[in-house]
């Protein structure tokens, strides 16, 4: 399977705790987002990759949390200190470097804190 | 913040009626891209439409942009059970380019067998 894949896919932690979610992109895409999706909600935009730079961040996006492409190609998520608020679903998605493209997604990572 | 609102939140029809859905946004934009997902899982892109254009079609789906009224609209014709599903409409910036989209909050589409 050449899709966006993501892991882990569900996560249960308690309220305090660090968590680290990973994406792994569609090989040949440059950009990499990530979103976050609540019950009942549309997704969120939290950040994006061209290659391994970051270049936008949500203010959805507290200093609690942290994302990373070191090489370009995978990335990862980490929340600090996790809040039941942080609960959700987190979604990677990938695309092609150029025009307009539409976005391919990955199954998610549900998490719950406790 | 959620860039659009879907309209209507939740619609139920029979096999084989057709199903519309429509979408506002606020600002102006590149391009509108439709998505579906199904219950708890990723998003799967439909359509695509540019903000120069009117009108496209993808086998059983119709899309029409209005952007004097900043609006779309979801057309699903000859509905099948497995297009029970959430739809979404998501949008671009002008003036971010197709760095990040904006969705809407979604209709939730059920087909009665």
């Given at each position: 399977d050449t899709g966006v894949s993501q892991n882990p896919r569900h996560k249960i932690t308690k309220r305090g705790q660090n968590v680290t979610f990973r994406c792994d992109p569609i090989s040949e895409h440059n950009r990499l987002y990530w979103y976050r999706q609540t019950l009942g909600q549309g997704p969120e935009f939290l950040t994006y990759f061209q290659n391994e730079a970051q270049l936008e961040k949500s203010r959805l996006l507290s200093d609690r949390f942290s994302a990373e492409r070191p090489k370009g190609s995978f990335s990862t998520l980490e929340i600090q200190r996790t809040e039941q608020g942080d609960s959700a679903m987190y979604l990677c998605a990938s695309s092609p470097l150029g025009q307009i493209y539409e976005q391919y997604f990955g199954p998610g990572t549900r998490l719950t804190v406790t | 913040?959620?860039?659009?609102?879907?309209?209507?939140?939740?619609?139920?029809?029979?096999?084989?009626?057709?199903?519309?859905?429509?979408?506002?946004?606020?600002?102006?934009?590149?391009?509108?891209?439709?998505?579906?997902?199904?219950?708890?899982?990723?998003?799967?892109?439909?359509?695509?439409?540019?903000?120069?254009?009117?009108?496209?079609?993808?086998?059983?789906?119709?899309?029409?942009?209005?952007?004097?009224?900043?609006?779309?609209?979801?057309?699903?014709?000859?509905?099948?059970?497995?297009?029970?599903?959430?739809?979404?409409?998501?949008?671009?910036?002008?003036?971010?380019?197709?760095?990040?989209?904006?969705?809407?909050?979604g209709t939730r589409l059920t087909i009665i067998p």
């Open positions: - | 913040s959620q860039q659009g609102e879907e309209d209507p939140q939740a619609l139920s029809i029979q096999e084989g009626e057709n199903a519309t859905m429509n979408c506002s946004y606020k600002t102006s934009i590149n391009n509108l891209q439709w998505y579906r997902q199904n219950s708890g899982r990723g998003l799967v892109h439909l359509i695509l439409i540019r903000s120069n254009e009117r009108e496209k079609h993808s086998g059983r789906l119709r899309v029409t942009l209005d952007t004097s009224k900043k609006s779309s609209s979801l057309l699903i014709t000859a509905s099948r059970a497995a297009d029970t599903a959430s739809y979404f409409c998501a949008t671009d910036e002008m003036d971010f380019g197709n760095e990040k989209l904006t969705f809407g909050t």
